[in-house]
């Protein structure tokens, strides 16, 4: 039966032959959109190319679709949450919300969105999240003016964080250049990092999306920790407080994602050391897992039964993880089971919707050990000199093609990018080039930046 959750901006009628659900819809529209094959030539952590194991934006956004599945049908299994099994997201629909997280986000990772953020500093910023809610709302071809024209409950399942720009922003954190270099033009690359929120020009998207929903929830799902200066001076962006259930369920699968498959991607390129992990995941933060483990392969492997005490539980991970692959592959494996099987569903009764009462997390035993294997993987690989030095070049290389194009769009943007440029409102028309440059993968920036700025490159014969 149609709900108003199953509504599309555009009025759409399927053809008579076509049995698929508005679901299905929704998750075709995703795999065969532009955008997301556009995700295998991003940035998740390390450059596309350098190597053909690890993962990229496409290939993580589908191990996030995975295993929101396994958690939406591990819901399904529990008794507890009986009365909630008519609630929970179809397998069509909660693929849709893992799938499509990442459309946003421009190439060469979160530094080209610190990079775009800091070029459209004026003209009300940009957030990888936000550029996915534009994406599907506004630049995908399967209508004429909505987009992907996706379901109203697809889209509140991609609204992660349900502020606008304007209402999260603290100008004591406006993007701005580095002033301690003499010579050289760098942004302050922390001062130019944006809130997490959703860009204003999709202000009327959002209202038509939260539109079934009474004042009272309207208010309460979009209340916001408002911008805020901390007892040492350090001014902060402004903090949603709410995600949806079906938001809720992929946002763990996606930090179970980079948690344990982006830490596999470091341990099998030797990217982190077997001390640093114990340095960043010491025994404390494992204790729940280390319990579960023992308890575990007591039953089903008694043969491997990793000791008595959680300090030799502790020595058998380690051994594993920094072992042979195939050891590795099947304790990654374990990993994700663990995370997932303990997933539970918590709810808000204040909320009146069903698609906001209830709401996914992981029990706080169990979200230290997450985080810790997260701040693994942030402290070890993402803020290595190695990949912080990729990053910072990516920012340099975004920053100079947004301005060059910026500086004449009739000479340097594609004939259908410029049509769409000269349309556009006066204001609105650096949003333009910045969905340009955010929709293109690392290696099309290089080559357009290599094009617009190194003499011995380039071809007028080349596709733009």
Same mark, same amino acid.
């Given at each position: 039966? =149609?709900?108003?959750?199953?509504?599309?901006?555009?009025?759409?009628?399927?053809?008579?032959?076509?049995?698929?659900?508005?679901?299905?819809?929704?998750?075709?529209?995703?795999?065969?959109?532009? =955008?997301?094959?556009? +995700?295998?030539?991003?940035?998740?952590?390390?450059?596309?190319?350098?190597?053909?194991?690890?993962?990229?934006?496409?290939?993580?956004?589908?191990?996030?679709?995975?295993?929101?599945?396994?958690?939406?049908?591990?819901?399904?299994?529990?008794?507890?949450?009986?009365?909630?099994?008519?609630? +929970?997201?179809?397998?069509?629909?909660?693929?849709?919300?893992?799938?499509?997280?990442?459309?946003?986000?421009?190439?060469?990772?979160?530094?080209?969105?610190?990079?775009?953020?800091?070029?459209?500093?004026?003209?009300?910023?940009?957030?990888?999240?936000?550029?996915?809610?534009?994406?599907?709302?506004?630049?995908?071809?399967?209508?004429?003016?909505?987009?992907?024209?996706?379901?109203?409950?697809?889209?509140?399942?991609?609204?992660?964080?349900?502020?606008?720009?304007?209402?999260?922003?603290?100008?004591?954190?406006?993007?701005?250049?580095?002033?301690?270099? =003499?010579?050289?033009?760098?942004?302050?690359?922390?001062?130019?990092?944006?809130?997490?929120?959703?860009?204003?020009?999709?202000?009327?998207?959002?209202?038509?999306?939260?539109?079934?929903?009474?004042?009272?929830?309207?208010?309460?799902?979009?209340?916001?920790?408002?911008?805020?200066?901390?007892?040492?001076?350090?001014?902060?962006?402004?903090?949603?407080?709410?995600?949806?259930?079906?938001?809720?369920?992929?946002?763990?699968?996606?930090?179970?994602?980079?948690?344990?498959?982006? @830490?596999?991607?470091?341990?099998?390129?030797?990217?982190?050391?077997?001390?640093?992990?114990?340095?960043?995941?010491?025994?404390?933060?494992?204790?729940?897992?280390?319990?579960? @483990?023992?308890?575990?392969?007591?039953?089903?492997?008694?043969?491997?039964?990793?000791?008595?005490?959680?300090?030799?539980?502790?020595?058998?991970?380690?051994?594993?993880?920094?072992?042979?692959?195939?050891?590795?592959?099947?304790?990654?494996?374990?990993?994700?089971?663990?995370?997932?099987?303990?997933?539970?569903?918590?709810?808000?009764?204040?909320?009146?919707?069903?698609?906001?009462?209830?709401?996914?997390?992981?029990?706080?035993?169990?979200?230290?050990?997450?985080?810790?294997?997260?701040?693994?993987?942030?402290?070890?690989?993402? +803020?290595?000199?190695?990949?912080?030095?990729?990053?910072?070049?990516?920012?340099?290389?975004?920053?100079?093609?947004?301005?060059?194009?910026?500086?004449?769009?009739?000479?340097? +943007?594609?004939?259908?990018?410029?049509?769409?440029?000269?349309?556009?409102?006066?204001?609105?028309?650096?949003?333009?080039?910045?969905?340009?440059?955010?929709?293109?993968?690392?290696?099309?920036?290089?080559?357009?930046?290599?094009?617009?700025?190194?003499?011995?490159?380039?071809?007028?014969?080349?596709?733009?």
């Amino acid at each position: 039966m =149609s709900t108003p959750w199953q509504d599309r901006r555009e009025s759409w009628t399927s053809a008579p032959t076509d049995v698929r659900s508005p679901d299905d819809v929704d998750y075709a529209r995703i795999i065969h959109c532009a =955008s997301f094959r556009r +995700l295998q030539g991003k940035t998740q952590i390390l450059s596309p190319g350098d190597d053909d194991f690890y993962r990229t934006r496409l290939t993580h956004s589908l191990e996030v679709a995975q295993i929101a599945t396994g958690i939406m049908r591990q819901f399904e299994q529990q008794a507890e949450y009986t009365d909630i099994h008519k609630h +929970l997201p179809s397998l069509s629909m909660i693929q849709v919300a893992g799938a499509t997280h990442d459309l946003g986000h421009p190439p060469f990772g979160h530094g080209g969105e610190v990079a775009l953020n800091y070029c459209m500093r004026e003209e009300g910023g940009f957030e990888g999240n936000g550029q996915t809610l534009r994406i599907v709302s506004r630049l995908e071809k399967f209508s004429d003016g909505a987009g992907a024209n996706l379901t109203r409950r697809a889209l509140l399942s991609l609204l992660k964080y349900p502020a606008p720009h304007s209402a999260v922003y603290n100008p004591a954190l406006a993007p701005r250049l580095d002033p301690t270099p =003499s010579t050289l033009r760098i942004i302050d690359r922390k001062a130019s990092r944006p809130p997490k929120c959703y860009m204003d020009s999709e202000q009327a998207v959002v209202d038509w999306i939260l539109a079934p929903l009474s004042n009272s929830d309207r208010d309460r799902f979009t209340d916001l920790q408002r911008p805020f200066v901390d007892a040492q001076g350090k001014p902060h962006h402004g903090k949603t407080r709410h995600k949806s259930f079906d938001c809720s369920i992929m946002d763990i699968a996606d930090d179970i994602a980079f948690g344990v498959h982006d @830490l596999e991607d470091a341990l099998t390129m030797a990217l982190i050391s077997a001390d640093e992990f114990r340095r960043y995941v010491p025994v404390p933060a494992c204790l729940h897992f280390l319990d579960y @483990l023992r308890a575990d392969l007591g039953k089903r492997y008694p043969d491997e039964l990793p000791g008595t005490t959680p300090e030799a539980a502790y020595d058998w991970m380690v051994e594993r993880l920094f072992g042979d692959d195939g050891k590795r592959k099947r304790f990654i494996g374990r990993l994700v089971h663990y995370f997932i099987s303990h997933a539970r569903i918590h709810t808000d009764e204040t909320f009146e919707a069903p698609l906001l009462r209830h709401r996914a997390d992981l029990p706080a035993e169990v979200k230290t050990f997450l985080d810790a294997l997260k701040a693994a993987v942030r402290e070890a690989v993402i +803020l290595s000199p190695g990949v912080q030095q990729m990053e910072f070049k990516g920012q340099r290389l975004v920053i100079a093609v947004f301005e060059a194009m910026a500086s004449e769009p009739k000479s340097f +943007l594609p004939r259908d990018t410029f049509q769409r440029w000269e349309k556009a409102p006066t204001e609105e028309r650096s949003r333009v080039i910045c969905d340009h440059i955010a929709g293109m993968t690392d290696a099309f920036l290089l080559k357009t930046y290599d094009r617009l700025f190194l003499p011995h490159m380039g071809s007028v014969f080349d596709r733009m």
